[in-house]
């Protein structure tokens, strides 16, 4: 949840944003997702949330990785917190 995060950590830049190291350590194998935290309260969307790891990213990494990176983050996303419906089919 970065934008969350930053508000909360009071880093005064999205570079600052602790969850760009999370962001970062995906590259070196961890899972992680990205999440909006409370949109209506943070006024935010799972778009912004992806801009501001870019932006977060930027000066560390070429531009490239960091959208494999993204990539890799809603891939680990789609695998860990969307499963598929083990109901069994009727008929």
Do not use: K
């Amino acid at each position: 949840n970065p934008s969350s995060n930053v508000r909360i950590s009071g880093a005064g830049a999205h570079q600052e944003n602790p969850t760009v190291s999370i962001f970062n350590a995906v590259a070196q194998g961890l899972l992680a997702c990205v999440n909006t935290d409370n949109p209506g309260v943070f006024v935010t969307c799972i778009e912004n949330e992806y801009a501001a790891l870019l932006e977060g990213a930027r000066g560390e990494r070429h531009e490239g990785e960091i959208r494999q990176l993204l990539e890799r983050v809603r891939e680990i996303g789609m695998e860990r917190v969307y499963w598929r419906d083990e109901t069994p089919a009727l008929g």
